[in-house]
């Protein structure tokens, strides 16, 4: 049995379009159609699944909101302050709520960030990815290294000095200082947070179909890994998560959310939810209509939803792997029983298969990945696959 109240909550709300598609990318995201976003009608659709999401999680604190794409800064202030408002009227926020953004810098147009401030945003994330601009233009990219500079610029003065720069390492054509460069450019910016990808060609994108010239082979790509990691480590980021550097106290909540197998409602086309049953005997999983079109044209709320289906215990002590095992802390069997209600034992035959092959160790009551368990993730997170 697990208690549902005493489970953190954040809100995940998708808006799937993008000025156009990144040849390397597989989000739901999709160009914008010749006629535009249909902004209202979506926001109009998002509210309506607010409704239909809420009742699930009645009366719990909402710790963090995240508008992930797709591209939200896209969408107006007024749009995103009528998501927040109506998530409000139906449940209850924490004082100190994370309310993050994601941002391109090529659609930030002077002034909007204070519009997005003034409508409850207080953290964003621009997708830098590089600061090179014949990098950025390979990668298919619709802004150059000084738009970067310049969203930056923006954020501060309007007042949001929280915020992440994603960049992506072993680029086409990268070298090992071309990395270290392009972390600098960063760092020189003094975001509070920084996610730092390692591009991996994913199935069907253009860039799997055509691999573009010059990708730096795996021992390349660890190698500017490790580097990088020490570079952010002695400019004051820690690292807390395989992709995650941040300052002290400024983690990224809502992604703690998540690797800390807590729960989150998810509306927006294709959005993913994961939510503990108020009786605590289950976890529901739900994931919404994934195209654009399709989500907009229901006109149920029911009909948004693709699938919602309990979590078969049998998976449960994986999928929590998956998650707690990106944490460089790694998580506690107190921890683990709190939020899947199933007792550690059953952790204990694949973790000592894990800790005899060097990728898991336990230290002051952790379980925790090694340095060689983080670096072949996907093995160790596979030892827990259910039999
Ligand atoms: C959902 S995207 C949203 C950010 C925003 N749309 C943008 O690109 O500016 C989040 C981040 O995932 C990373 N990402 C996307 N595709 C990737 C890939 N194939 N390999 C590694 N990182 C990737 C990028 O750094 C991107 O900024
Ligand atoms: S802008 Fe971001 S979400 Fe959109 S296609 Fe590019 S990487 Fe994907």
Redesign the pocket.
Known sequence: MIDARGIPLALYVHLPW?VRK?P????N?HAVPAGGIAEEAYVAALRRDLEFAAPAVAGREIVSVFF?????SLFSAAAIARVLSHARSLLPFAADAEITL?????TVEHGRFADYAAAGVNRV?????SFDDAKLATLG?IHGAGDIARAVGELRTAGIDNFNL???YALPGQDLQGALDDLDRAIALAPTHV?H??????PD?P?AKRPPAGLPDDDLAWSMQVECQSLLASAGYEQYEVSGYARPGRRCRHNLVYWEFGDYLGIGAGAHGKVTRRDGKAIERTIRVRHPAAYLAATTAEQRVAEARDVAPADLSFEFCLNALRLVAGFTPQHFEERTGLPVAVLEQPAEQARARGLLERVDGRWRATALGRRFLNDLQEQFLPA
């Open positions: 993008c990144c390397y990318c597989d989000f995201s992930g794409g797709g591209t939200p994601e941002a391109n810098p090529g994330s621009l997708g830098a990815q990219r994603d960049l992506m996610s990808y390692q591009l991996t060609l994913e994108t860039f």
